[in-house]
């Protein structure tokens, strides 16, 4: 992680709330899709990007819109068995700040700026405000309540589960089907939008396998890979296929994120000690 200062910042970043919507692949960036922050705690954030296959990528970001400090995270190389994507962990941030960053693929212009606020530290006695929502099936794009929780500009949003529909539209059996899916949810204008001010907290339901499914179904694996490949997860050390975790909102507020999949028992639907 480097420290740099007084950097002159490319004409696209001075252009303010200009961000495009990244349909397929930007020519320009080396970029698809658009950024998500997400997981992010008081001091910390996992920014999630898909880029060209095989490109680095390296993240600059800052407390201060006109980067006048920063600090630069990477290269990273995106990784091919994640459909081209890289998961990049901001450390040491400061509670209760907003963040704006920007994505350089190597030999490309620099992507467009994005932002999220930092969790206030835990013992702050903070207001927080967030909104929520959840199943988004393809065929009801545009995902226009999109462009209201922007409108509300919420601290972060979360996404309750369905963030895809694996099992309606085609249903997805191998991993390049369900990445598939991500990519079709992804390229709304409307979340594009949206992603590029806040962060994103998701959690799974049945529809990123199949319609309610249980433990033990053999395309869960599938799903799960393909849901961890395309949100800003924090992977648990001893556990890499966990979803469920918690993040804590000031002295007044703790975020729990449940799976209530992938520990279900398929002969009497009741949790399995998680």
């Known amino acids: 992680m480097l420290t740099g200062a007084g950097f002159v910042m490319p004409v696209l970043l001075n252009q303010a709330s200009c961000a495009p919507t990244l349909i397929g692949s930007d020519r320009d960036t080396g970029l698809s899709l658009c950024y998500v922050a997400g997981d992010v705690t008081s001091d910390g954030a996992i920014i ?43 450390q040491k941030l400061n509670s209760g700040t907003t963040y704006f960053y920007y994505a350089a693929v190597t030999g490309k212009k620099p992507g467009y700026l994005a932002s999220f606020v930092t969790a206030p530290a835990p013992s702050d006695a903070a207001k927080v405000s967030f909104c929520f929502s959840g199943d988004t099936r393809e065929s ?3 995902f ?17 589960g369905d963030t895809i529909y694996a099992d309606i539209g085609g249903q997805a059996r191998r991993l390049s089907d369900f990445w598939a899916k991500y990519r079709a949810n992804r390229n709304d204008p409307a979340t594009q939008l949206c992603f590029f001010e806040t962060s994103t907290y998701a959690v799974w339901d049945d529809h990123e396998v199949v319609n309610n499914f249980f433990a033990g179904n053999p395309l869960a694996p599938i799903g799960r890979k393909a849901f961890l490949d395309y949100w800003p997860i924090r992977r648990h050390p001893d556990d890499a296929h966990r979803i469920y975790r918690s993040f804590r909102w000031g002295r007044a507020m703790e975020l729990f994120l449940l799976d209530t999949r992938q520990y279900r028992d398929p002969g009497t639907g009741t949790m399995l000690g998680k």
């Open 48 to 90: 999630w990007l898909r880029a060209d296959s095989g490109s680095e990528v390296v993240l600059h970001y800052s407390n201060d819109r006109t980067f006048s400090r920063f600090s630069s995270a990477g290269p990273f190389r995106v990784d091919k068995d994640a459909d081209h994507t890289v998961k990049i962990e901001l």
């Open 140 to 142: 009801y794009q545009p």
């Open 144 to 160: 226009t309540i999109m462009n209201a929780v922007r409108a509300q500009r919420p601290d972060f949003f979360l996404h309750l």
